[in-house]
């Protein structure tokens, strides 16, 4: 009996994802777990696999469709079945249907014309069920030719769309507004809707650590790391979150409940070219420096090439942003909803500050904190602060876990 496979949620709170390719063709014979499409979710371009051993009778979307979570876009048989007929299904434009004109009140009559095409044209019309009245024929005097029979069974391609390239002060260009540009979209604007984001705003002398980080570099380098400062920054926000719980939890406004996390699973935000990804570094505080900055190096790899997994961007309990690295000095970060808090990380600059009793040129790292102050007070926030700069300001602190 032939299974009408549904779109999976393949992650968490999944509701659609876009058909970008057709990994099978109709008539392809596959094996469980085989992928049968590339699909591309609002965090990531997932394969879907065959749920069971079968012929591929009937493939429902075409390429760049709009699939919703639990439609049916493939049917799956045994050899020799065919597939059920069914409603015609979406060719890719998803929105809301227009209203069916009403019904004339007396049945249209469409008057029968005089039909030029040969017995052998009429026979493959028959067999493929068109009707030749319907049909335009391309031959001498209008006749029909099979060519034109062929091309009536062909599916109907969607309208195109005339987009103006010029408004009225110059050229213009339309990008479509979908995936995971709309996702990021969706999520800054619930987060900046569903929160009171409040900014505080310091800066750690990160001297002593600067110069450990770059005596380690030669090491990294060897076991094929690329060391940043990031994992150092990621090593003194554990202790600082341990110390400020209410900076490592969630607000469950239904239940009137803080969920207090009592692990720590840090989010990188990463730049790419499709936005904003943010990979989780899990039970970052059971990790040594150097296997998390392997673990980013990887994560980070994988979210610019789309081949991350989703369980890689879910469970995130605290984000980490580092703008720095793009240049960015100072911002206001936007928490990753459902989290109550961000750090933000600034360009590493050399300024002038006063220093055993004499000015001296420093290493200075700008950190900006936003967090959601109903859950956590300026008071926790800045304590939170000062212990992470307290510990950039002396690793020793990161070997003591102390």
């Known amino acids: 009996m032939p299974l009408e496979f549904k779109l999976p949620d393949v992650g968490e709170g999944l509701t659609e994802g876009e058909l970008l390719a057709w990994l099978v063709k109709e008539g392809d014979q596959v094996r469980e777990g085989q992928p049968l499409a590339r699909v591309e979710t609002d965090k990531a371009v997932v394969e879907i696999p065959a749920p069971r051993d ?27 079945e065919q597939a059920a007929p069914g409603p015609p299904t979406g060719v890719g434009v998803v929105g809301e249907l227009e209203e069916a ?13 005089a039909v030029l095409a040969t017995p052998v044209v009429r026979k493959l019309a028959k067999d493929l069920g068109v009707d030749l009245t319907q049909v335009k024929g391309s031959g ?42 709309r996702t990021i979209a969706r999520n800054v604007n619930r987060a900046f809707q569903s ?16 110069a450990l980080k ?9 076991r094929g790391i690329h060391l940043t400062l990031l994992p150092f920054v990621i090593r003194a926000v554990i202790p600082a979150l341990k110390a400020q719980p209410f900076l490592n939890a969630t607000l469950d406004e239904q239940a009137d409940e803080i969920i207090l996390k009592k692990y720590y699973n840090i ?22 420096i150097l296997e998390m900055a392997s673990e980013i190096q990887q994560l980070a790899a994988q979210a610019r090439d789309r081949s991350i997994d989703i369980a890689d961007l879910q469970g995130g309990t605290f984000t980490i942003t580092n703008y720095g690295a793009v240049g960015g000095l100072w911002g206001t970060p936007i928490m990753n909803y459902p989290e109550v808090g961000i750090l933000g990380v600034g360009r590493r600059q050399e300024l002038p500050r006063w220093w055993q009793d004499q000015v001296q040129i420093r ?9 959601d102050h109903r859950v956590v007070d300026g008071g926790q926030a800045a304590r939170f602060l000062r212990q992470v700069i ?12 102390g």
């Open 54 to 80: 079968g012929v591929v009778l009937k493939l429902l979307f075409a390429e760049g469709a709009t699939i919703r979570v639990g439609e049916v876009f493939v049917i799956l048989g045994d050899l020799g």
């Open 101 to 113: 004109p009403p019904e004339p009140s007396e049945p249209m009559v469409t008057p029968k014309r």
């Open 140 to 181: 001498p005097e209008g006749r029909i030719l099979e060519a034109d029979v062929q091309q009536a069974t062909a599916p109907t391609p969607p309208p195109v769309h005339k987009v103006r390239k010029y408004d009225l002060y110059g050229y213009i260009e339309h990008v479509p507004f979908k995936g995971m540009r």
């Open 195 to 210: 929160t009171v984001p409040v900014t505080a705003m310091d800066e750690a002398d990160i001297t002593e650590l600067f």
């Open 214 to 222: 770059q005596r380690q570099r030669q090491i990294a380098h060897n």
């Open 267 to 288: 989010g990188i935000a990463t730049d790419t070219p499709e936005g904003l990804m943010v990979p989780v570094i899990k039970n970052a505080g059971d990790k040594s």
């Open 363 to 371: 290493q200075i790292l700008p950190l900006v904190l936003t967090f």
């Open 390 to 401: 307290a510990y950039l300001e002396e690793p020793a602190l990161m070997l003591l876990g």
